[in-house]
Structures are given as structure tokens and as C-alpha cells.
């Protein structure tokens, strides 16, 4: 039986030039990737660029990732996404609270 071709895989050609989790980040627990993840050393440009890096790694790493590590790794992603999430809610609220204040304070003014 004749072996297939292996195709060439997009990920391998890759070449970045932004920054590099250190080495062995990925072998860690979820909280000490999505740490690791989180920090301008690593991510200058936010969380987003560390979920960004994460899933690119579980891309690469493809069928060669053991469930278990595969498990963590997507565990350090939620983590990261939840702190996303946890950042817009606390940026909205703080437009929110910023914008109503002058109209309460007008609305007492006005009542006395």
C-alpha cells in the first residue's frame, strides 16, 4: 500500500517577529499560563495577544497534544477571556457611572 504525501501545514511556515512566551510556559498549570500570558513582558499588547498566542499553540501543537494538556491549556485560555470580559464590563460601567453623575447633580439643583 502506497503511503500518502504529507501535506504542508500553513502553521509551519509561520514566521513572527512578536515576543515569546518563555520556554516551557505551556507545561505549567492553567493559572501559571494564563499569569505568564498576561504579562506586558510577554504580551505588550493586552490579553487579547495572550489568547491569540495560546491558541495559535494548540493549533501547532495539533494531534500531538495529550487531552489532559490540551484541557489545561484551553482552561488558561477561558481564563483569559474571562479577565477580557471582566475588563469591558468594568470599563462600561465606569463611562456609564462617569456620564450620569452631571445629570443627577442638575436634577438636584434644579429640584431646590
Same mark, same amino acid.
Given at each position: 500500500?502506497?503511503?500518502?504525501?504529507?501535506?504542508?501545514?500553513?502553521?509551519?511556515?509561520? !514566521?513572527? $517577529? =512578536? %515576543?515569546?512566551?518563555?520556554?516551557?510556559?505551556? &507545561?505549567? *498549570?492553567? %493559572?501559571? #499560563?494564563?499569569?505568564?500570558? !498576561? *504579562? &506586558?513582558?510577554?504580551?505588550? @499588547?493586552? +490579553?487579547? =495577544?495572550?489568547?491569540?498566542? #495560546?491558541?495559535?499553540?494548540?493549533?501547532?501543537?495539533?494531534?500531538? /497534544? =495529550?487531552?489532559?494538556?490540551?484541557?489545561? #491549556? $484551553?482552561?488558561?485560555?477561558? #481564563? /483569559?477571556?474571562?479577565?477580557?470580559?471582566?475588563?469591558? %464590563?468594568?470599563?462600561?460601567?465606569?463611562?456609564? %457611572?462617569?456620564?450620569? !453623575?452631571?445629570?443627577?447633580?442638575?436634577?438636584?439643583? +434644579? @429640584? @431646590?
Amino acid at each position: 500500500m502506497k503511503k500518502k504525501p504529507q501535506r504542508k501545514r500553513w502553521v509551519r511556515g509561520v !514566521a513572527t $517577529e =512578536s %515576543t515569546f512566551p518563555p520556554a516551557g510556559t505551556f &507545561k505549567g *498549570s492553567a %493559572t501559571q #499560563i494564563a499569569r505568564t500570558m !498576561a *504579562s &506586558k513582558r510577554v504580551s505588550p @499588547k493586552g +490579553l487579547g =495577544s495572550g489568547i491569540r498566542m #495560546i491558541q495559535f499553540f494548540i493549533n501547532r501543537a495539533g494531534k500531538g /497534544l =495529550s487531552p489532559t494538556r490540551r484541557r489545561e #491549556i $484551553e482552561r488558561a485560555k477561558r #481564563i /483569559l477571556q474571562r479577565r477580557v470580559a471582566a475588563n469591558k %464590563t468594568a470599563a462600561r460601567t465606569k463611562t456609564s %457611572t462617569r456620564d450620569r !453623575a452631571p445629570k443627577r447633580a442638575r436634577r438636584r439643583r +434644579l @429640584k @431646590k
